[in-house]
């Protein structure tokens, strides 16, 4: 059965060995820092006690407006148990995409009942695109 992920580039895993970061080529990334921090259960308020950057800074870290300095990613990384290299990425990355990749690569693979979930939710919502007027549609009483 094809994977309903190949599509997607895989990001590191923050438990394989780390190679040297091109800092040069890479810059802060908000995106990954939102996935590391949900994926591992922070909120911006639990991580900015943690690391003891004021909540307000974090959350201009986490938007995207502020960019830490070495020593801020360096806490911040070392809060979320992962390497520096792993909050950032290429200068002209989509942050959501980012966030999104690095959220999926750490996702199980799907079952066939999820996807097909996912598949008519899918339709539904091009069918209200095609058609936006229409309005929901109405359930219609099954037969009994």
């Keep these: 059965m094809p994977s309903a992920r190949r599509h997607l580039t895989a990001l590191p895993d923050p438990t394989a060995p780390q190679q040297p970061a091109q800092t040069e080529d890479r810059v802060f990334s908000p995106g990954r820092l939102r996935a590391?921090?949900?994926?591992?259960?922070?909120?911006?308020?639990?991580?900015?006690?943690?690391?003891?950057?004021p909540?307000?800074?974090?959350?201009?870290?986490?938007?995207?407006?502020?960019?830490?300095?070495?020593?801020?990613?360096?806490a911040l990384a070392d809060a979320l148990n992962v390497d520096v290299h792993n909050l950032t990425g290429p200068?002209?990355?989509?942050?959501?995409?980012?966030y999104w990749g690095l959220i999926c690569a750490a996702m199980?693979?799907?079952?066939?009942d999820q996807i097909a979930t996912v598949a008519t939710v899918l339709r539904r919502i091009d069918k209200h695109r095609e058609h936006p007027?229409?309005?929901?549609?109405?359930?219609?009483p099954r037969a009994a």
């Design 91 to 98: 200068p002209d990355a989509d942050d959501s995409w980012e």
């Design 55 to 74: 909540l307000d800074i974090l959350t201009g870290y986490d938007l995207g407006v502020l960019t830490p300095d070495t020593a801020t990613l360096t």
């Design 108 to 112: 199980p693979p799907m079952t066939d």
């Design 36 to 53: 590391y921090r949900d994926l591992y259960g922070y909120t911006r308020r639990s991580l900015a006690e943690k690391t003891g950057i």
């Design 133 to 140: 007027d229409d309005g929901p549609a109405a359930e219609q």
